[in-house]
């Protein structure tokens, strides 16, 4: 009687060890990555392309041509700003943890 006893209980602590290792070892999956919709060639041409035209009008409206063509710049490098902050803030809050 000690001798089943004996042999259920060590079949039973192997059933658990078998059964803990098989759940808990899952080295074969990879970490799924996820596309960042703030960034893109397409966004970026598109807020750099608006900074451009707002400072191009404001520009036109202080200084003429020439205050135009400066204002296009500035625009263009403040929508450029504007884009990576953009797509920094996006991937600090929804990075993977």
Known sequence: MKNNQFFRIILVAILLCSMGLSLS?????????????????????KRIGIG???GAGAGGLIGGRKG???????????GTVYHYHKKRKYRRRYRAR
Do not use: C, T
């Open 25 to 45: 070892i899952d080295g074969s999956q990879r970490r799924r990555r996820y596309r960042n919709p703030e960034a893109g060639k397409r966004k970026a041409a």
């Open 52 to 54: 451009a035209a707002i």
């Open 68 to 78: 135009a063509l400066i204002g296009a710049g500035v625009g263009a490098g403040s």
